[in-house]
């Protein structure tokens, strides 16, 4: 009898139904977060000219909320519960921002206000569709859930060591404090906690093209943004990574995802094994049916809008399927260099593809529409994968394959959820802004380089230096993408984070050869720490500096 007792003792207990979204408690509070989002993520961005990642935030307040001691609030102790919270203040912050206001503020700005309720429409399409060809292609070989996703991942692990209260808890504190005193110096400690966390390729590559710009002056005499050189870069760099990104599709028959050494970005250590939730096919699907969408919503902007009237039947085709493109691109390109670097150039990959169809020869108000268009892809589908990747750490890696497709479906639901809200949000609110003539500074940015012009010089030296981009993408193969990332930190102005780069790969390097790769997982909790700390910071500090501004 005894021997037939024993097993039954050592069965693992049946694990709990992942929390739903749906239901009142969460639903209503997550109604309050997302607003709270959106405001934050409008009055930053106009105000400041960022958008703070205010996942941190999110999770901060669920586990306050966890510790009221009422019945209403007991949902709030599962970790599973508050990464629904985290998931939709952080969709709500940079939908709001950069997927809805910043594109309404390009053709505020160019006077063409009866362009603006089409946009709406047109951005709020598009966020959607950019978050679900992100779910639908999240944990496939391309996005792995095992990729870095750095604040993700320090999102995760600030939750886990709340409701742990153990050592990796002092761990996280320590990094959390380092990184805000780091950044209230001016330190980017977000940086060396990501260097810690992402692929050492990658997070070189990105070392190297922030350095290169912030001292090309001192070392070469000249500004290479005004060679247009990492425009240059970035273009064939991100053609190669496309062009490598089909590849693999065609090619990849849901095989075994490959296991890079150098990656560095998850201290669980899931199953070699352990197979992708989405196969090439799914994320076949989900791309073909994103660009169609993203096609479709081109031709509704071109009609609503009315700048079908300045081009010919042949050259709206054109600027249809180029639209397509660039917004296809825009949010692949942003989703690698998420993954590996925790950094989206939303922005910068924008302005790229608004030049080329300044080269192209489109008319100014097709351009606004078009960079319009093109920003507002990217955001969201890096930020959902980085509340993807929190929730996947959140639900042991995946490792119950179940019981995670469940917890993503959830977290999908608050996200599209969280972008209803902030659409209703910037709808009520964007004239506000606008009349106070408060939009957004990189819109700014967008609009006089439409009023600018190009000229043919500029299209020899893009073609110039895309050629080597596309070469350096090329040679660093599609697991590393150093290409896309040298060209991210070439249009980036901050060399500071660049050294800090450097610095945490030394860091890495020294901890690796004393203690092997098993010294590394406290430093993955110190750099969750620092990441947060840093994220914490620059939320409380920018959001201080309101009152000043009004």
């Known amino acids: 009898m005894q021997s037939n007792a024993k097993p039954a003792q050592n069965q693992a207990p049946p694990k709990s139904p992942h929390p739903k979204f749906f239901v009142p408690t969460q639903l209503i509070f997550n109604v309050v977060i997302a607003v709270l989002g959106a405001i934050i993520g409008m009055e930053l961005i106009t105000r400041i000219g960022i958008t703070p990642n205010t996942s941190i935030i999110g999770a901060l307040i669920a586990i306050l909320l966890s510790y009221i001691p009422l019945k209403l609030f007991n949902r709030f102790k599962r970790l599973e519960s508050q990464t629904l919270v985290q998931t939709s203040i952080s969709g709500a912050t940079f939908s709001a921002a950069n997927g809805l206001l910043l594109p309404l503020a390009i053709p505020f700005l160019m006077g063409q206000s009866d362009m603006l309720t089409p946009m709406l429409i047109g951005a709020a399409l598009a966020v959607v569709t950019d978050a679900s060809i992100l779910y639908f292609s999240f944990d496939s070989k391309l996005f792995s859930a095992r990729g870095a996703w750095p604040p993700g991942f320090a999102t995760a692990e600030a939750l886990k060591a709340a409701a742990s209260k153990g050592k990796n808890t002092v761990l996280l504190l320590v990094g959390m404090v380092s990184g805000a005193v780091g950044k209230s110096f001016g330190i980017p400690m977000d940086m060396l906690g990501i260097t810690w966390i992402s692929n050492a390729f990658a997070l070189a590559a990105l070392g190297v093209g922030l350095l290169l710009r912030g001292y090309s002056v001192d070392l070469f005499g000249i500004d290479i943004n005004e060679m247009y050189i990492p425009h240059g870069i970035m273009i064939g760099a991100g053609m190669m990574a496309l062009i490598q990104i089909i590849t693999l599709i065609r090619s990849d028959k849901n095989a075994s995802p490959q296991v890079d050494s150098e990656q560095g970005d998850d201290a669980s250590e899931p199953s070699k094994a352990q197979r992708p939730t989405r196969s090439a096919l799914q994320m076949k699907v989900a791309m073909i049916s994103g660009f169609t969408v993203y096609l479709s919503i081109s031709l509704v902007l071109a009609?609503?809008?009315?700048?079908?009237?300045?081009?010919?039947?042949?050259?709206?085709?054109?600027?249809?399927?180029?639209?397509?493109?660039?917004?296809?691109?825009?949010?692949?390109?942003?989703?690698?260099?998420?993954?590996?670097?925790?950094?989206?150039?939303?922005?910068?990959?924008?302005?790229?593809?608004?030049?080329?169809?300044?080269?192209?020869?489109?008319?100014?108000?097709?351009?606004?529409?078009?960079?319009?268009?093109?920003?507002?892809?990217?955001?969201?589908?890096?930020?959902?994968?980085?509340?993807?990747?929190?929730?996947?750490?959140?639900?042991?890696?995946?490792?119950?394959?179940?019981?995670?497709?469940?917890?993503?479906?959830?977290?999908?639901?608050?996200?599209?959820?969280?972008?209803?809200?902030?659409?209703?949000?910037?709808?009520?609110?964007?004239?506000?802004?606008?009349?106070?003539?408060?939009?957004?500074?990189?819109?700014?940015?967008?609009?006089?380089?439409?009023?600018?012009?190009?000229?043919?010089?500029?299209?020899?030296?893009?073609?110039?230096?895309?050629?080597?981009?596309?070469?350096?993408?090329?040679?660093?193969?599609?697991?590393?993408?150093?290409?896309?990332?040298?060209?991210?930190?070439?249009?980036?102005?901050?060399?500071?984070?660049?050294?800090?780069i450097f610095v945490g790969l030394g860091i890495r390097y020294l901890v690796v050869k004393r203690y092997g790769q098993e010294g590394l997982k406290p430093l993955y909790v110190l750099g969750a720490g620092a990441i947060s700390g840093s994220a914490l910071y620059s939320f409380f500090s920018s959001t201080l500096k309101l009152g000043s501004k009004n």
Do not use: C
């Open 303 to 500: 009609l609503a809008t009315g700048i079908y009237t300045d081009m010919g039947i042949g050259m709206l085709i054109g600027w249809l399927v180029f639209a397509a493109v660039a917004a296809m691109a825009s949010e692949l390109i942003v989703g690698i260099a998420a993954m590996h670097s925790g950094w989206f150039p939303s922005f910068a990959t924008g302005l790229i593809f608004l030049v080329l169809g300044m080269l192209i020869g489109f008319p100014n108000e097709a351009l606004g529409i078009l960079v319009a268009f093109t920003v507002s892809t990217g955001p969201a589908f890096a930020d959902m994968a980085y509340d993807l990747k929190s929730g996947w750490v959140i639900r042991d890696n995946g490792q119950d394959e179940e019981y995670e497709l469940e917890g993503r479906r959830q977290q999908y639901f608050a996200e599209l959820f969280s972008f209803g809200v902030a659409i209703l949000v910037v709808a009520f609110a964007y004239q506000y802004y606008f009349n106070q003539d408060l939009v957004p500074p990189v819109a700014r940015v967008y609009v006089a380089t439409i009023e600018a012009g190009t000229d043919h010089n500029v299209a020899l030296l893009l073609v110039i230096w895309a050629l080597v981009g596309g070469v350096i993408q090329f040679l660093g193969g599609i697991s590393r993408q150093i290409g896309v990332l040298l060209a991210t930190g070439l249009l980036i102005t901050s060399p500071t984070a660049g050294i800090m």
